[in-house]
């Protein structure tokens, strides 16, 4: 669960008269929960349980949202989140400008710095880092209805909070500011004069609290930028805040992303260099891609690291505040449907509880009664040892995982360690899938198909068309594909047969080149949609080398440091935490002595 609403969370409104009328709605905080999709790596989840359930499941490049269908409570619409505008109307290219004060609006891409090769950040104990922000906008930008509204800031605020994970940094939801009719700014000229209003009526503000990050979001059918903050300067009072674009159709994942971008620039985190950045996911938040598409997003390592050097460098930073119990803390209720701390089980509300046979209204277990849900839990008894309880995703890369016979939680989801070969060398293992281009190939294609040799890639994939490029130009088009990186762009497959290729809908052109028949297909999707058809993370590109981010780098830069026949005794893999998951037959932790009959690991 996640708290992100303050405790003492207002809504300040100013009628067209400008009298203020001031709310303090009753706005659960303890009902947002964030995870991801059992069996798919990289996949995010984010929901409310406050009215109903909604939210977003968001995979690694499509995003689905699910509300409540009318009035109903347990009837749901779910349907695939898409920008209806072109991707270029997210944002626009302009140069940047310094404003009085030094400060510099942020309306198109920066250059890239490299940062620490980290994970994340770690939090200490219960210490929160969080930063109070208060959003203001004109009222029916966004719906003509306050509590629509509302709730839809409370969607962008969890998506926003679901990215900043990773950072142990907590956006606050302190207030909101509606404007009924004119507000005080002119809302004119481009984002830097937008950004220097904002910060000049910040300082004769009646209702901004000292420690409140104020956000405006403009709405233009035709934007000419799309947001403006003050690079690096999240610490100084004078020129904290950002201006934020909101145009009709695009998506509330994408405007979070936009949200996340403005804040990450005042924390001093540039856009990322793919050839210098780990990403964890398909696409990172600070790249021009992550506006256009949807799916899960995550930061770099880049992005980390230098939010790790901001924190160093503004210790006394009075806007990123520190604290031992998060202020948003909130009591267990049992009731909702939820297991929580101090709770066995949570069967919800009276009706369910009494067809429950494991739970009881109190959330404790019911006499002789083990577990109530869980991949491990059956018939109210934790599964047998060695049970299993998640099969792999992958043959080759993900690995099975088993319970344990003392809890109802099935281990976590682990996978082969990146960079193990697969698919007879033709392959590496990435994120628990054989990335192999003969795998790829075939999915499409059919038996027989193939991997194109070099002289197809260098053919097709220089032509800088749909049919052979390396990903698609934040403005529009296609990037072209330098030559070291030609076989991490646009797949191109040798083509088993001389009958045309009929099986999926889309457009093919056809390359002979000596006694080799290539080929390449264009689904002919979307402008904001990714393009399956490209070479996949961790794919081979040469002797020694992988693709990441669309470039072809060594393949040290998976870290791949087990040697299986030393480690494992030649009877197992690593899994990765780096440790040996056995062959059935074959005991953890180094798989050397004889005796479970499922292998496994010390993990699972």
Known sequence: SRFFISDDFKIYTYNKNGSLRSDSPRIKGGCHYQGYIEGFPGSAVTLSTCSGLRGFLQFENVSYGIEPLGHSTFEYFV??????????????????????????????????????????????????????????????????????????????????????????????????????????????????????????????????????????????????????????????????????????????????????????????????????????????????????????????????????????RNKNCPFIRHTLRHPSYRVTVCGNGVVEPGEQCDCGAAEACALDTCCAPRCKLKPGMQCSLGLCCENCQFKQKTSPCRPPADAQCDLAEFCNGSSASCPPDLYVQDGHGCERGTGSCYRGRCQSPDLQCQALYGRGARNAPLACYEEVNSHQDRFGNCGKHPQGGYQPCSWPNLECGKLVCAFPSHIPFTKAKGAIIYVQLQEHLCVSFDFMRGPTELDPLLVKEGTKCGPGKVCINGTCQPHAVLQYDCNVQEKCHGHGVCNNQKNCHCDPGWSPPHCKTRGSSVGGSIDS
């Not at 944002?91 to 994970?119: F, H, I, R």
């Not at 950004?195 to 403009?218: F, I």
């Not at 398909?282 to 880049?302: H, N, Q, W």
Request: with cysteine.
């Open 79 to 312: 349907y695939r989140m898409s920008n209806e505008k072109p991707a270029g109307s997210l944002l626009v290219t302009s140069p940047t400008g310094s404003e009085p004060g030094g400060l510099t609006a942020e309306e198109t891409a920066g250059k890239t710095q490299e940062g620490d090769q980290v994970s994340g950040l770690c939090s200490h104990g219960w210490q929160i880092t969080y930063i109070e922000s208060r959003v203001i906008f004109q009222f029916n930008y966004l719906g003509a209805d306050e509590y629509i509204v509302t709730q839809k800031l409370v969607q962008v605020s969890s998506l926003l909070n679901a990215m900043f994970r990773s950072f142990n940094l907590t956006i606050m939801l302190s207030a909101l500011e509606i404007w009924m009719d004119d507000s005080p700014l002119q809302k004119t000229g481009d984002g830097g004069d937008v950004l220097v209003q904002l910060l000049q009526w910040k300082q004769s503000s009646p209702l901004l609290q000292p420690y409140e990050v104020p956000y405006l979001l403009l709405y233009r059918d035709q934007a000419e930028f799309v947001g403006a903050t003050a690079l690096g300067k999240a610490c100084q009072r004078d020129a904290t805040g950002a201006v934020a674009v909101y145009q009709r159709f695009v998506t509330l994942e994408s405007f979070s992303v936009l949200l996340a971008q403005l804040l990450a620039r005042s924390l001093g985190i540039s856009y990322d260099d793919p050839q210098k950045c780990r990403c964890p996911r398909t696409i990172c938040i600070m790249t021009l891609e992550a506006l256009r598409v949807s799916g899960a997003k995550a930061f770099s390592s880049c992005s980390i690291g230098e939010f790790k050097t901001f924190l160093k």
